[in-house]
């Protein structure tokens, strides 16, 4: 991931909140990024559980990998997904953890919000609950979950090491976090670091 | 940072071509920009 930066918090998460609203309400505009079903495909996600979900469900998908592939989810877990969008992650969560478990999605931008609660009505999907808020100050108590995933989003903070540090906290000891994010091989200079367009394009 | 936010146990996936085939593809060749998926554990 980039290193921390001198980006300005505020304008950034603007910026974020602008692009990412685009891709909840024109899912099949182009973008610099892949995005729903093939997108889905491309990560290795289950197409059993992908095919399952409705297009709402999927079409505003744009994570970077697969937070599920390295441990699966168990039934009954307490999920939190940092960063949840338009909820695709919360919809493969909510299925893997099944009626006893929980899901609880956090984001900052209205229309993904929106987007997610509303899906999550028209799938019946009563075990996960979208809040808004932030990374850096997630709304939930501590220790409340047993896994945190998070796709793409924690790249988009410009202060990651307190994003952790919330992520830590409303993790139960013994809990996992798994997520998915971008990372460079090549050294970014600093001009690139300190562009905020390149941050979100 | 992840061991130094206190998580243990920290594994990371194989590179994922997230961008390829994408408009923003030509930015991710440049810095060698892949998708990853991480693994950590709090202690406890």
Wanted: glycine share 10%; proline share 4%; net charge negative.
């Amino acid at each position: 991931m980039q290193e921390e930066s001198q980006v300005n918090s505020d304008e950034l998460r603007a910026q974020v909140k602008e692009k990412y609203r685009a891709v909840a309400v024109a899912p099949d505009a182009e973008y610099h990024f892949h995005t729903g079903r093939p997108l889905a495909a491309r990560l290795g996600y289950d197409s059993a559980i992908t095919d399952s979900l409705s297009d709402a469900a999927v079409e505003s998908f744009a994570g970077v990998g697969n937070p599920f592939s390295l441990r699966a989810l168990q039934q009954g877990e307490k999920i939190v997904d940092a960063g949840s969008g338009s909820g695709f992650d919360c919809f493969v969560a909510a299925t893997l953890v099944g009626d006893q478990g929980q899901v609880v999605g956090v984001d900052m931008t209205e229309e993904m919000l929106t987007k997610s609660r509303a899906t999550a009505v028209a799938l019946g999907a009563d075990n996960i609950d979208i809040r808004e808020g932030l990374l850096e100050e997630l709304p939930l108590q501590d220790a409340w979950a047993d896994v945190v995933i998070s796709n793409g989003v924690i790249n988009l903070c410009s202060d990651k090491q307190r994003a952790f540090a919330e992520i830590f906290r409303v993790l139960k000891p013994g809990g996992h976090l798994q997520f998915a994010d971008i990372a460079n091989s090549e050294p970014v200079p600093q001009s690139a670091i300190n562009n905020i367009d390149l941050w979100t394009s | 940072m992840l061991l130094d936010s206190g998580f243990e146990d920290v594994q990371i996936g194989p590179p994922v071509d997230t961008f390829g085939g994408a408009s923003g593809e030509t930015n991710a060749r440049q810095f060698g920009v892949y998708g990853y998926a991480f693994l950590a554990r709090k202690p406890g």
